[in-house]
Nanobody, 123 residues
């Protein structure tokens, strides 16, 4: 299995940028499709982005497409989420997730999760 630890969250102003990182340990990192999800109190965990094992394929949620970019470095066992033009509605706890199954946008397909990192965007 794989262990995931997110970092990089914080408090920023609307329009600012932030980069989240997720460090993986355990099994071979390149075996996993990696996803980012976010959650606010009282709401379901929302898909943000996914990246394939090689990094060649990416997909994004409608609300972040064009502003967020997911990338991975298989040599450093790290996946990152570059978030630009942040909005107050991006405020959430952001989770990194991994699956050794299919490339998926659905949270139920991810077996491994980090503890989350808080992102707060003030207006």
């Amino acid at each position: 299995q794989v262990q995931l630890v997110e970092s990089g969250g914080g408090l920023v102003q609307a329009g600012d940028s932030l980069r989240l990182s997720c460090a993986a340990s355990g099994r071979t990192f390149r075996d996993y499709v990696m996803g980012w999800f976010r959650q606010t109190p009282g709401k379901e965990r929302e898909f943000v982005a996914v990246i394939s094992r090689s990094g060649e394929s990416t997909s994004y949620g409608d609300s972040v497409r064009g502003r967020f970019t997911v990338s991975r470095d298989n040599a450093q066992n790290t996946v990152r989420l570059q978030m630009n033009s942040l909005r107050p509605e991006d405020t959430a706890v952001y989770y990194c997730a991994a699956t050794d199954g299919l490339y998926s946008l659905r949270r139920i397909h991810y077996e491994y999760w980090g503890q989350g990192t808080q992102v707060t965007v003030s207006s």
